[in-house]
């Protein structure tokens, strides 16, 4: 072999070995990046569960960790742009399952005070109509 040919097939096998090295560093940056999104899911699905969602959002909660579960049998099958873009709507609805709880929460808070406000108004008109004995203006 020649001094030209030992050129060229250096030449050849570095080429390889950069598409080699390139190709599975480009795997492991896809299975990093969609790891990431599967990771940032479970963390607001757990969020929602511990902002009470399995009680006030439990339909909203479970389509989150179903998405959840359609990401990674998508991952599994190596569909890694679906298994991305179901983790990333997991994480959006489980954020939503958050607001429902938090939102259904508020609602029950807001009935307890109105309720509370009624029976105020109920003793004051008692407390007028026995004696007069209510506040004066």
């Known amino acids: 072999m020649n ?3 030992r050129i060229v097939m250096m030449f050849g096998l570095l080429l390889i070995s950069v598409i080699v090295l390139g ?7 896809e299975t990093v990046a969609y790891q990431s999104d ?14 009470g969602a399995a009680e006030l959002a439990n339909a909203e909660l479970g389509l989150a960790r179903s998405k959840l579960r359609s990401a990674e049998q998508a991952a599994d099958d190596g569909e890694v742009e679906r298994a991305r873009r179901l983790a990333m709507e997991a994480a959006v609805d489980a954020d939503y399952a958050v607001a429902r709880a938090r939102n ?9 005070v109105k309720a509370g406000l009624q ?8 407390g007028e109509a026995a004696g007069g004995s209510g506040p004066r203006p």
Request: charged residues 40%; proline residues 0%.
């Open 38 to 51: 599967f990771d940032q899911a479970r963390s607001r699905i757990a969020e929602a569960e511990r902002a």
């Open 119 to 126: 029976t105020l108004e109920e003793e004051l008109r008692r």
């Open 3 to 5: 001094r030209n040919q």
């Open 23 to 29: 190709c599975a560093s480009s795997d492991r940056i």
């Open 104 to 112: 259904r929460e508020t609602q029950q808070l807001a009935a307890e």
